[in-house]
């Protein structure tokens, strides 16, 4: 069994995270007085260090009341804690599980994305990311033969999500030998919901970092439009854009930010095609998403990452309701129309284009 060292794995979180630190003094306004004063959190959830913001009187409960939902998502959504709703799921034997209304719209929306990207986006490619040593940081290199194996455990299309509209209430069945996993879309539906717990605590101005994923909410207290920085994927402690935003999601996937080198030299990342179960080969090093939708702009990240460059962007004349921004290995940096006066470039050894 070819496994591989871990240390990469703690160096680039700890790069991720001073990234995030970058980002934030970026992005965030000092505290002034008032309603502009500003109270911050850090929470670990979803294997991540995330970081809370909220303005105003009501800040500090808002603040709470988004710790609660993001913890009490963490717990629901771990394929590997028995206590969780997804590892019920998963070891139901073809059973219909009781859900949220949360994790309803994640399956919800994953299987729009699947449809509409011919697969792209695949939540029962989970038994594979974890034969890859994706889940507990034990990497490995599979045989072909494994992979194929894997990969006939993945079904998405098979499953049933039934809505209860007299209780409320959802439940999901898959076939029995099916597992999920919600990594896909889980931050920006968590983001989501904690803005809205922020919103329904008073809170009219703050904003969540979730790794990778932002999301605002309302503007900043001075009433100006945010400025979310795009990590550059060649470097991963700078950034190669800035986009102004208004209230919403920007989330990004790339290939940068999990990965591992094998003993045959070849690095490989944690984004897997689930037409080949092998990591995603083609130009694109990240996808960054602008959706208002927090759930929608997480499983787009994805689903576009695999699609590549063209087919991206034929999804998004086809589809709409968000921009978007590709960064490529030849050093492009292709964003939708819609950014047109909205994304700043800050480095200049990569090429802009806007597609219409």
């Not at 000092?30 to 303005?55: H, I, N, P, R």
């Not at 139901?92 to 929306?109: C, D, F, P, Y």
């Not at 072909?144 to 959802?170: N, R, W």
Request: charged share 15%; net charge negative; aromatic share 8%.
């Amino acid at each position: 069994m070819k496994q591989f060292d871990t240390s990469r794995k703690h160096r680039s979180a700890a790069v991720r995270c001073l990234v995030l630190l970058l980002c934030a003094a970026m992005v965030l306004p000092l505290s002034a007085c008032g309603e502009a004063e500003m109270a911050q959190k850090q929470v670990f959830a979803m294997d991540t260090v995330m970081t809370l913001t909220a303005y105003g009187k009501n800040r500090d409960a808002g603040l709470q009341a988004a710790q609660s939902v993001i913890l009490s998502m963490d717990a629901a959504l771990d394929p590997e804690v028995p206590t969780s709703t997804v590892y019920a799921i998963n070891h139901a034997n073809g059973s219909s599980v009781v859900v949220s209304a949360q994790i309803a719209k994640m399956l919800s929306t994953a299987q729009t994305v699947y449809k509409q990207s011919g697969g792209a986006l695949d939540p029962t490619i989970y038994p594979l990311i974890k034969r890859w040593g994706f889940i507990d940081g034990k990497y490995y290199l599979p045989s072909d033969e494994e992979i194929s194996a894997e990969m006939l455990k993945m079904c998405f299309d098979q499953m049933v999500l039934t809505s209860f509209p007299t209780s409320g209430g959802y439940s999901v069945s898959f076939p029995s030998w099916a597992e999920i996993g919600l990594g896909a879309v889980a931050k920006g539906c968590a983001s989501e919901n904690a803005v809205d717990a922020m919103r329904q605590a008073g809170v009219t101005s703050g904003i969540v970092s979730l790794g990778g994923n932002v999301q605002t909410l309302g503007l900043k207290p001075d009433g100006t439009r945010w400025k979310v920085a795009v990590q550059d994927p060649n470097n991963t402690a700078s950034y190669l854009g800035v986009i102004n935003v208004g209230e919403t999601a920007v989330i990004t996937s790339g290939s940068y930010q999990r990965n591992f080198v094998a003993s045959n030299g070849r690095t490989y990342h944690h984004i897997l095609n689930p037409q080949t179960g092998y990591p995603v080969t083609n130009s694109l090093l990240s996808v960054t998403i602008i959706c208002e939708d927090g759930t929608l702009a997480d499983c787009l990240s994805t689903a576009m990452f695999v699609l590549g460059e063209t087919k991206a962007l034929n999804y998004w004349r086809t589809y709409g309701g968000f921009d978007m921004v590709m960064v490529t290995s030849d050093k492009r940096i292709i964003c939708t129309k819609g950014l047109i006066e909205e994304f700043t470039q800050t480095n200049e050894s990569y090429k802009l284009s806007f597609s219409e």
